[in-house]
């Protein structure tokens, strides 16, 4: 599926990454997704949000950044948590256009490889079953080590 022969990720691949763990439906598919991103290298982790959007924007931003601490894809410092909370505010702004007075709900996947870190947020859009589907992808550079 990616390519990492020892040398490192691309932000393509990164971000692809981002987004195939934000697209899966369960957690299980959730889980063997990671274990599959882990054995190329590639750490990642998800999670569900929902609600009203713009209510919903600071919450959908700190899940993101909890998670990331949380599953070791950024350490617990302001330079992990601003290259997190950066990267899924851009994301959200490349969708807020449709989102903006609707109910949304969605996954948020992020994806690290070395220095370069993606979130993507992958969601619905709409009024009770009438949904249009949105999908917003961000990268952050950061140093190795962080």
């Given amino acids: 599926m990616y390519e990492n022969s020892g040398k ?9 990454a981002a987004l195939h763990i934000a697209l899966t439906a369960n957690r299980c598919e959730e889980n063997r997704m990671k274990e599959q991103l882990a054995s190329q290298g590639i750490k990642s982790t998800a999670v569900d949000f929902g ?9 959908i931003i700190e899940r ?5 601490q949380r599953q070791h894809l950024v350490t617990e410092t302001h330079v992990g948590a601003g290259a997190v909370a950066g ?9 807020k256009n449709k989102a903006v007075g609707f109910n949304v709900g969605g996954k948020i996947g992020i994806a ?4 370069h870190l993606c979130v993507a947020i992958y969601m619905g ?3 009770l079953n009438l ?9 952050r550079s950061l140093a190795s080590d962080e």
């Fill in 51 to 59: 609600g009203e959007f713009i209510p919903s924007i600071v919450k």
């Fill in 112 to 115: 690290r490889c070395g220095e």
């Fill in 64 to 68: 993101a950044v909890v998670a990331a």
């Fill in 125 to 127: 859009v709409g009024v």
């Fill in 8 to 16: 490192g990720c691309s932000s393509i691949e990164v971000g692809r």
């Fill in 131 to 139: 949904n249009e589907m949105c999908v917003g992808l961000a990268h």
């Fill in 87 to 95: 990267a899924a505010h851009e994301a959200l702004e490349q969708v």
